[in-house]
């Protein structure tokens, strides 16, 4: 396998108003300083992880407004732009960042356009290819947020529409305003809470993008499922995780971050890894049990 295409081994899936793309990305939110605040501490590995993730066949970058906030999308110009041909740049707004660690759902609809406006002149851009609304605002009505994501598609200022962190009802609300192209819930071998969006997902054509892929608490642990099935296929722990959420489901699109080059590429390893029908179903019983565990603290 070449260096050049180790993201590619994963497949494709299609997004819509958008394209094809691989279907491992990258997340663009750890190239941040802690606490998602702030200036990276190696401003040069963030950069070197992004080209790398380029020259590794990654063609789906995922980030978002509030990143930094606005470091993200802005190191992501430094380092790609002019983007190659094929590359997609997804990117988010709808949180206000009050401080390290913190966030706040903002979803009025001069909020919404303004940071749109500012995500265009950061990411050096006419079209953002995919925008998804960070949270829902409790405090707006919805329709004003959904309808102000449609006219923003309207305008051309965004190519495709996602929501991140939204229920099955939200997904069947928002469809009423424009095409949801892709939801970004939390889910991993251990988080199942979004099982329904996925499903949900996938039997509509949506593009179901994991945050928190690669966390399996004490799975990845001495004994755990996972650090077993890694021994056992001569993988990472990260690797398997990654593994089976790309088996799950056709619908998933996994976007692990990190600003590291060599973790990086140890995370695209996970697209040539094959579980077998055993391997995936023992993890898969496992992170349930770990999520009903959990569920009953």
Excluded: C
């Amino acid at each position: 396998m070449s260096q050049n295409t180790q993201a590619a081994v994963a497949a494709t899936i299609d997004i819509k108003d958008l394209g094809t793309v691989q279907r491992l990305g990258y997340g663009a939110m750890r190239i941040t300083g802690d606490g998602i605040w702030g200036e990276p501490a190696d401003h040069a590995a963030a950069v070197a992880t992004l080209r790398r993730a380029v020259e590794l066949g990654v063609d789906f970058i995922d980030t978002a407004d509030s990143y930094g906030p606005d470091v993200s999308e802005r190191i992501i110009a430094e380092a790609l732009h002019p983007y190659p041909a094929g590359l997609h740049i997804a990117t988010k707004a709808g949180q206000a960042r009050p401080a390290p660690h913190k966030w706040v759902p903002l979803g009025r609809a001069e909020y919404l356009r303004q940071q749109v406006e500012l995500s265009l002149r950061k990411l050096k851009v006419d079209t953002l290819d995919l925008f998804q609304l960070h949270r829902i605002d409790p405090k707006v009505p919805v329709e004003e947020q959904f309808g102000t994501l449609r006219a923003l598609q309207d305008e051309g200022k965004v190519r495709a529409l996602g929501l991140s962190q939204v229920s099955v009802a939200e997904l069947e609300t928002a469809a009423g305003y424009f095409t949801v192209a892709s939801v970004q819930n939390r889910y991993n071998l251990t988080d199942r809470s979004s099982e329904d969006v996925l499903d949900y997902a996938e039997a509509h054509g949506i593009a179901f993008i994991p945050w928190a892929p690669i966390s399996a608490g004490m799975l990845a642990g001495a004994g755990g499922a996972v650090e077993e099935a890694a021994q056992r296929l001569g993988a990472t722990p990260s690797q398997v995780a990654l593994a089976w959420l790309l088996q799950r489901s056709p619908a998933m699109l996994p976007i692990p971050g990190t600003s590291s080059p060599a973790h990086l590429e140890e995370n695209l390893g996970a697209a040539a890894l094959r579980l077998d029908g055993e391997t995936f179903a023992a993890l898969d019983a496992a992170g349930r049990a770990e999520h009903e565990r959990a569920g009953t603290k």
